[in-house]
């Protein structure tokens, strides 16, 4: 006879979907400052002469490969970064997560079969 497989606490499935709110989110938040702090970058490096190359504007492609990547002080670089750190924390979270619902359908198809007397 094998062993019965015991069902996730639920009290602890849902800490993590709140968890996996908070950080989809904080997620959100960040690329929408990411996305502000490019525009900001890309129009000031655009506009000022400081960042022209021999009197003229730098071309758009330019700008995207350098200004918009790492900011004009490197100010993207964090929020890059921490970026990152938290779209791999909330695929781990989701991963749990998909791991309680396949653990919950076994204990459902196992509880049946026992039921059912096949156990």
Not at 16 to 28: C, K, P, V
Not at 31 to 57: C, H, P, Q, W
Not at 94 to 102: P, T
């Amino acid at each position: 006879m094998s062993k019965l497989l015991e069902a996730p606490d639920f009290d602890d499935m849902e800490k993590l979907i709140t968890e996996i709110g908070a950080i989809s989110i904080e997620t959100s938040l960040l690329s929408l400052d990411i996305k502000n702090t490019e525009a900001k970058v890309m129009k000031e490096a655009y506009l000022n002469k400081d960042f022209f190359i021999d009197g003229k504007r730098p071309s758009i492609t330019y700008l995207t490969n350098t200004i918009k990547q790492l900011g004009i002080n490197n100010e993207l670089v964090e929020p890059r970064k921490k970026l990152v750190a938290l779209s791999v924390l909330l695929e781990q979270k989701q991963n749990i997560l998909n791991m309680y619902k396949s653990i919950i359908d076994v204990w459902r198809t196992q509880n049946a079969n026992q039921r059912k007397g096949a156990w």
